[in-house]
């Protein structure tokens, strides 16, 4: 029998139960923690904007072109789009579980280039996201003014320049999505009944703006072929993309040849502000903006979080007077307590098998070989299931509890077995 060579051989059992400790205990370290195993499938996500498209534009106009050329990408399982009259459009793509999400998106960025040139210029020109979609939402973290002194566009802004990319570094951290984003942006507000008087149309504004805010290359003097006297060379620089609300309001929509001009500021009102204005989020009864952090597949969610809440430490000294944080939601807290219960129930289950065992079978000798199961059997695991490629979560860690009663069982079986076989025989 294959217990006859432990039974023969003690030194052996003992060495490698030493064994299994110890990569238990290496294992236990290493393996990524998380609230739930990974059993999503991949997905990854397409956005697109088309401003002032409606859903059934948008649908037809960028939908379907897309669509049909991401449609059949390996591994895909199916695909689910989303068009609103704000001329957003979302296309999520899921794959089969086990696709690596890196070849996925890459698989799917290809498709999305060959619908480009099928596209309305107005959508390229805003650009094409494909993204991965993160699986597990780690924490969501809200920037708040407590005393008014700054509105949401520029705690928006503070986090964009100062926040994100810090955090998006720490190791884990696979993305980190502001909710209700505002970016700065330059805002024209036309005047329809200057427009009409002037002859001009929304068309002309846009066109105006588009040519006259761009960074050209001027050239240089003095660059050959010139004379043989030539000694000096100037490269030449022109004034660039306009900077501030005064240089919008200069830009000339129309000139005539008497020398009148029509300036945007006479037919619109110019204001730097925000790009969008859909949400709003408040904090308190304060003005706030809200971020979530997602974590990376196979990532150990409390090292992460500990390392988040090590770098807001470290830069909030530099925030403005008025500027605080708040972690609003924190998953790794409901892990924390999750594993305080599974160490508090091995912990008194393991009391509750040593006290029965003694009690029956009055004997620390017998008592002692239960005892030592228990540890090994549950230390041992862990390096199973970091070689299987699991995490701890919630599920296996229930899994090794309800694991102590067979593995108690078991042992107290055997032992009794031996001892009375021992007593039968005078041994």
């Given at each position: 029998m294959f217990s006859r060579i432990f039974i023969k051989r003690p030194r052996l059992a003992v060495v490698i139960s030493i064994i299994i400790t110890l990569a238990g205990l290496l294992a236990m370290f290493n393996i990524p923690v998380a609230q739930y195993p990974q059993i999503t499938p991949p997905e990854i996500v397409v956005t697109a904007f088309y401003p002032g498209a409606s859903a059934q534009v948008l649908g037809d106009s960028v939908g379907a072109p897309i669509e049909a050329e991401i449609n059949g990408v390996d591994n895909m399982l199916y695909m689910s789009s989303l068009c609103s009259n704000d001329g957003a459009y979302s296309l999520s793509v899921t794959f089969e579980v086990g696709t690596d999400p890196d070849m996925a998106q890459v698989n799917t960025q290809n498709r999305v280039q060959l619908a480009i040139p099928k596209l309305p210029e107005e959508v390229t020109r805003q650009g094409i996201d494909v993204r991965k979609q993160p699986p597990n939402m780690l924490a969501t973290i809200s920037f708040l003014s407590p005393g008014g002194s700054y509105d949401r566009l520029y705690l928006s802004n503070y986090i964009d320049k100062n926040i994100k990319d810090n955090l998006v570094r720490l190791k884990g951290v696979s993305d980190i999505f502001v909710f209700g984003e505002l970016e700065y942006s330059m805002r024209i507000w036309m005047n329809p009944d200057h427009l009409t008087a002037f002859g001009l149309t929304a068309d002309d504004v846009i066109t105006a703006i588009r040519?006259?805010?761009?960074?050209?290359?001027?050239?240089?003097?003095?660059?050959?072929?010139?004379?043989?006297?030539?000694?000096?060379?100037?490269?030449?620089?022109?004034?660039?993309?306009?900077?501030?609300?005064?240089?919008?309001?200069?830009?000339?929509?129309?000139?005539?040849?008497?020398?009148?001009?029509?300036?945007?500021?006479?037919?619109a009102r110019v204001e730097l502000g925000a790009k969008t204005y859909g949400h709003e989020s408040i904090l308190n009864g304060a003005p706030a903006?809200?971020?979530?952090?997602?974590?990376?597949?196979?990532?150990?969610?409390?090292?992460?979080?500990?390392?988040?809440?090590?770098?807001?430490?470290?830069?909030?000294?530099?925030?403005?007077?008025?500027?605080?944080?708040?972690?609003?939601?924190?998953?790794?807290?409901?892990?924390?307590?999750?594993?305080?219960?599974?160490?508090?129930?091995?912990?008194?289950?393991?009391?509750?098998?040593?006290?029965?065992?003694?009690?029956?079978?009055?004997?620390?000798?017998?008592?002692?070989?239960?005892?030592?199961?228990?540890?090994?059997?549950?230390?041992?695991?862990?390096?199973?299931?970091?070689?299987?490629?699991?995490?701890?979560?919630?599920?296996?860690?229930?899994?090794?509890?309800?694991?102590?009663?067979?593995?108690?069982?078991?042992?107290?079986?055997?032992?009794?077995?031996?001892?009375?076989?021992?007593?039968?025989?005078?041994?």
């Open positions: 040519q006259q805010n761009v960074q050209a290359a001027v050239g240089s003097i003095g660059t050959a072929p010139v004379a043989v006297n030539q000694q000096i060379q100037y490269n030449l620089q022109a004034r660039g993309r306009l900077k501030d609300i005064e240089d919008f309001k200069n830009i000339i929509i129309r000139a005539n040849p008497m020398g009148g001009l029509v300036r945007i500021r006479d037919v903006v809200t971020f979530g952090i997602y974590s990376t597949t196979g990532s150990n969610a409390i090292d992460t979080m500990d390392g988040i809440r090590a770098e807001l430490e470290n830069v909030s000294p530099h925030f403005p007077e008025d500027v605080k944080y708040k972690i609003v939601f924190d998953s790794t807290e409901y892990v924390l307590a999750a594993i305080h219960e599974i160490k508090l129930t091995l912990f008194i289950t393991f009391f509750l098998v040593v006290g029965m065992t003694y009690l029956f079978l009055q004997n620390w000798r017998a008592t002692l070989i239960p005892t030592l199961t228990i540890p090994v059997s549950l230390v041992g695991t862990f390096a199973v299931l970091l070689l299987l490629g699991f995490s701890a979560n919630t599920i296996s860690l229930f899994a090794l509890v309800m694991a102590v009663g067979l593995v108690v069982d078991d042992a107290i079986i055997v032992v009794e077995n031996v001892y009375r076989v021992m007593e039968k025989r005078n041994l």
